[in-house]
């Protein structure tokens, strides 16, 4: 079992700027596939990047403004968001899969809130 914890969001005024964190334990992730995902209110939850051992991916909509990355000695995953606008307020969460699956995630996190004011 991987539990998998985020922090760092917050309050953040648009145009400024947040990074999240999300921090594995049970296992090592370092050749899991994670990822972030964002539940606007009302709205569903969406995809927002994904990274693997050699690649990363985005929504369109954060594409150039957020970054993904890990820090697998320390089993953690980083949100880079930048440029932060209204519409990224959302619950932000954390995912991890260490299946050879393509797509779908074993492990979610509980989330964080970002609040993006104008």
């Known amino acids: 079992q991987v539990q998998l914890v985020e922090s760092g969001g917050g309050l953040v005024q648009a145009g400024g700027s947040l990074r999240l964190s999300c921090a594995a334990s049970g296992r090592t992730i370092s050749s899991y596939r994670m990822g972030w995902f964002r539940q606007a209110p009302g709205k569903e939850r969406e995809f927002v990047a994904t990274?693997?051992?050699?690649?990363?991916y985005y929504a369109d909509s954060v594409k150039g403004r957020f970054t993904i990355s890990r820090d697998n000695a320390k089993n953690l995953v980083y949100l880079q968001m930048d440029s932060l606008k209204p519409e990224d307020t959302a619950v932000y969460y954390c995912a991890g899969d260490g299946t050879t699956a393509t797509s779908g995630y074993e492990y979610w996190g509980q989330g964080t809130r970002v609040t993006v004011s104008s």
């Open positions: 990274i693997s051992w050699y690649s990363t």
